[in-house]
Antibody, heavy 118, light 111 residues
Framework: EVQLLESGGGLVQPGGSLRLSCAAS????????MSWVRQAPGKGLEWVSS????????NYADSVKGRFTISRDTSKNTLYLQMNSLRAEDTAVYYC???????????WGQGTLVTVSS | QSVLTQPPSVSGAPGQRVTISCTGS?????????VHWYQQLPGTAPKLLIY???DRPSGVPDRFSGSKSGTSASLAITGLQAEDEADYYC???????????FGTGTKVSVL
């Protein structure tokens, strides 16, 4: 059974950093592309970043480019999102999602809340 | 901000049929990229409902169906049930943004 479990969220001050983790089970991370998607309180879904199955290609939304870095550790079957220079508008629930070749997200984690506030 | 536009809300009585539109542009849906749909029940993570414009993952009732034409797509729910009350999002890829895009979301209410 595919499972994705995010962790690492919390309260951080503007300008601070946070690293999110997504532990995958039931499949091998290195065989699939993965993504982070976020949802601000009461708002819609926003794609944040993706990493290819090989790990050699990464993409970012303009809103986080230069501040966020997606990576993975295949030995731990874990996906990461390093978030630097955090802003109030980054406050959201962050979901990791497994991405299929067709460009859709077939499995989602339960999400982890990131709150950026002083 | 979202580049795929959906109506904020739709409603219907139990048993009725409702449709949700998803309007894009020539850089996403109109460029031939597939449209996918997700259901998000209150307080939970999104769940894949329709992929590749029309296909349902196993376990999704055939009351849910998708279609695509030109720069738009639609999700139809027939035989509306109370358990269908949720937020629904369309999703595609945008070549101008070089990234994935979601719709603005539609709240479905069962009267």
């Amino acid at each position: 059974e595919v499972q994705l479990l995010e962790s690492g969220g919390g309260l951080v001050q503007p300008g601070g950093s946070l690293r999110l983790s997504c532990a995958a089970s039931g499949f091998t991370l290195s065989n699939y592309a993965m993504s982070w998607v976020r949802q601000a309180p009461g708002k819609g879904l926003e794609w944040v970043s993706s990493i290819s199955a090989s790990g050699g290609s990464t993409n970012y939304a303009d809103s986080v480019k230069g501040r966020f870095t997606i990576s993975r550790d295949t030995s731990k079957n874990t996906l990461y999102l390093q978030m630097n220079s955090l802003r109030a508008e980054d406050t959201a629930v962050y979901y990791c999602a497994k991405r299929k070749l067709g460009g859709y997200f077939d499995y989602w984690g339960q999400g982890t809340l990131v709150t950026v506030s002083s | 901000q979202s580049v795929l536009t959906q109506p904020p809300s739709v409603s219907g009585a139990p048993g009725q049929r409702v449709t949700i539109s998803c309007t894009g542009s020539s850089s996403n849906i109109g460029a031939g990229y597939d449209v996918h749909w997700y259901q998000q029940l209150p307080g939970t993570a999104p769940k894949l409902l329709i992929y590749g414009n029309t296909d349902r993952p196993s376990g999704v009732p055939d009351r849910f169906s998708g279609s695509k034409s030109g720069t738009s797509a639609s999700l139809a729910i027939t035989g509306l049930q109370a358990e269908d009350e949720a937020d629904y999002y369309c999703q595609s890829y945008d070549s101008s943004l070089s990234g994935y895009v979601f719709g603005t979301g539609t709240k479905v209410s069962v009267l």
